[in-house]
């Protein structure tokens, strides 16, 4: 079974630009999270998407959105680009928000996003 | 709002050796689950154990265990017979029981845990 995947692995920007990050969940989930891992900060929740809706939002300005296509996998945007948006973002899924919250959300490996 | 708390940075321990990993959180909720992520430099989080709050008995997976306190909000990770391959950043984490809530998971900041040959 494929776990989830991210694409790009590696994505630099320079200040000001807008990038997308994507992620395929594990065949079979309808949830979608993202996390920002930041140097010093830890992992902090960005978006939740789950059967194409939008279901909560961490505390991240309005230039951080997504969407959630028909077939689950998801994209991530962050328009005008700052220095201190250089992290790590993490995809995870789970099997979605019908079931009981101890299905684990399984990660992927990640795109680091470097802002120049 | 819930938070957890991981007050060592880093740990370090012998090979074959036993360490324990810190993890306290504060919540009003009483329904809820925790979980153990490890994080190696390949940067992959894999799921290592989790707890649900309702059940006493504490989670156990192979070299795995935990110690959960739910009075004292305190959810500590035992890994036995430590191996070079458990060099890795722990992170411990909440999540609510859904109950129309947020399903999002709240991290702490982790623990650099080193394993000496």
């Known amino acids: 079974e494929a776990g989830v995947t991210q694409s790009p692995t590696h994505l630099i920007k320079t200040r000001g630009q807008q990038a997308t990050l994507r992620c395929s969940p594990i065949?079979?989930?309808?949830?979608v999270y993202w996390y920002q891992q930041a140097l010093g900060l830890g992992l902090q929740f960005l978006l939740w998407?789950?059967?194409?809706?939008?279901?909560n939002r961490g505390n991240f300005p309005p230039r951080f959105s997504g969407r959630q296509f028909p077939n689950y996998s998801s994209e991530l945007n962050v328009n005008a680009l700052e220095l201190e948006d250089s992290a790590l973002y993490l995809c995870?899924?789970?099997?979605?928000?019908?079931?009981?919250?101890?299905?684990?959300?399984?990660f992927g490996d990640g795109t680091r996003l470097s802002i120049l | 709002a819930q938070t957890v708390t991981q007050s060592q940075p880093e740990m370090s321990v012998q090979e074959a050796e036993t360490v324990t990993l810190s993890c306290t959180y504060d919540?009003?909720?009483?329904?809820?689950?925790l979980f153990w992520y490890k994080q190696p430099p390949s940067r992959q989080m894999i799921l290592v154990i989790r707890?649900?709050?309702?059940?006493?008995q504490n989670a156990t997976e192979n070299r795995f265990s935990v110690n959960f306190q739910k009075a004292a909000k305190s959810f500590s990770l035992k890994i036995s017979d430590s191996q070079l391959g458990d060099a890795a950043m722990y992170f411990c984490?909440?999540?609510?029981?859904?109950?129309?809530?947020?399903?999002?998971?709240?991290f702490g900041k982790g623990t650099k845990l080193t394993v000496n040959p």
């Open positions: 995870a899924s789970s099997p979605g928000s019908l079931l009981p919250s101890n299905q684990p959300q399984h």
């Open positions: 065949s079979g989930h309808t949830s």
């Open positions: 998407y789950d059967e194409g809706e939008e279901r």
């Open positions: 919540t009003s909720e009483s329904d809820y689950y």
């Open positions: 707890q649900e709050a309702y059940k006493q």
């Open positions: 984490a909440y999540r609510s029981y859904y109950q129309g809530g947020s399903e999002k998971l709240v």
